[in-house]
């Protein structure tokens, strides 16, 4: 639905007094502590890891899994097991503070503590299953050892098929290792959302609900995998919270990603990227350990006690160049915001739902410039809105509507 040339003014006085009304004292204090949660993390994370080489807890670490097995497989899953137990105790008090205390203070978790520590324990031991299982990581020591100073090329190329097949495994694996799936209850939004999908020219899927609730308030949506594990899902606080026309609009936006293969281009950016990441990583990586290796007791990249070494400096890179991908993903996340607009033609279903959003979220409807830079994925709750409300090009007959 547009609203006439006299009436967008009055709703766009109207977006922003609801736009600043959002930023209640409460919600600034929760955006604000999140934003430099969003930073202190990965720092918190990058000293965790230096502390495990610097007290040498590394490299006794791999004295004790040589002493339990004589091969090098062995040796680096009861490494990965010693590395993981000793980064989910380290890292427990600033994750309870961020994903149990902060979330309970807002009303946005539903977890008791139990509920949630057990989660952190699952997803540990997935990581570690996964690590361990699929033998990635002493491949990757293996070609550290005999390729040398090239590896990280080869480890970059395999990284390709590693990304294909998280995507195509994570509906199928990961997800339903901490959530139940269920087909849609509600027949009538699932056919309208699979006769949406038909006219956009997404093949048809299985439309599944999750039960989010069980662990949060905050509201989301999305379709992910490919080829059968394809699926579209709609966590429940969505559908007890969106109005019918809004769900639409959110799936419109989400099916927009599938049809200009956003899911495809992403991969093939990190792809590209981690070619850069991986060759700084490596060369990083050799200059700390011809430094410090022989006080952390680490002999060599291939030896088990490095692995803290070369995590830290592969999560630093990822760090800095976070304001590339996020980048990346603001666009596509705009243009599945248009894609929505030009299928649906409602632009007030699409203000509302990023009113619904923002709110249920408690979302910083304008960060400043820099966080925005450094943390958002998506445009601004702000941003989306004024979009939304000024581009309706099918009904502006002088052809001026405004694009981007």
């Known amino acids: 639905m547009v609203a006439g040339a006299g009436s967008e003014a009055q709703l766009a006085a109207a977006d922003s007094a609801r736009l600043a009304a959002l930023f209640t004292p409460d919600n600034r204090r929760y955006a604000r502590v ?108 293996l070609f550290l050892e005999r390729v040398g100073r090239r590896a990280w090329l080869w480890l970059a190329l395999g990284m390709l098929p590693v990304m294909v097949a998280g995507v195509l495994l994570e509906p199928l694996v990961f997800d339903p290792a901490f959530n139940h799936f269920t087909p849609l209850h509600d027949a009538q939004l699932r056919g309208k959302i699979l006769a949406l999908a038909e006219r956009v020219g997404i093949p048809g899927r299985a439309v599944y609900e999750v039960d989010k609730s069980k662990q949060t308030n905050t509201l989301n949506a999305y379709v992910n995998g490919f080829g059968p594990s394809q699926r579209i899902v709609l966590w429940d606080t969505s559908l007890q919270a969106f109005r019918e026309d809004e769900m639409l609009s959110v799936m419109g936006h989400e099916m927009g990603h599938y049809r200009m293969h956003h899911l495809w281009k992403g991969i093939a950016l990190f792809w590209v990227l981690g070619f850069f990441v991986l060759f700084a990583t490596d060369r990083i990586a050799r200059a700390v350990l011809a430094r410090r290796g022989a006080g952390w007791g680490v002999s060599a990249m291939h030896d088990e006690a490095a692995i803290p070494l070369i995590a830290a400096v592969l999560l630093a890179l ?87």
């Open 34 to 141: 999140r934003q430099v949660l969003a930073i202190v993390e990965p720092l918190y994370e990058i000293a965790l890891l230096v502390l495990l080489l610097a007290t040498g807890l590394s490299a006794r670490m791999r004295d004790a899994a040589r002493r339990w097995s004589r091969n090098r497989y062995g040796r680096v899953v009861v490494y990965l097991g010693l590395f993981t137990a000793a980064v989910v105790v380290l890292e427990a008090p600033l994750s309870w503070f961020g994903e149990y205390f902060w979330e309970h203070r807002f009303g946005l978790s539903n977890q008791s503590l139990g509920a949630w520590a057990w989660e952190g324990i699952e997803s540990a031991a997935l990581s570690f299953l996964v690590a361990a299982g699929t033998g990635l990581v002493a491949i990757a020591l």
């Open 318 to 404: 990822l760090f800095v160049t976070g304001p590339i991908s996020n980048a990346f993903s603001r666009e596509i996340e705009h243009q599945a915001d248009r894609f929505s607009l030009d299928v649906l033609h409602d632009n007030d279903a699409a203000v509302r739902s990023y009113f619904v959003m923002a709110e249920r979220n408690r979302s910083d409807p304008e960060p400043p410039a820099f966080v925005k830079l450094l943390l958002y994925t998506h445009p601004t709750p702000a941003e989306r809105v004024r979009f939304a409300r000024t581009y309706h090009p099918w009904a502006d007959s002088s052809g001026s509507g405004e694009r981007r």
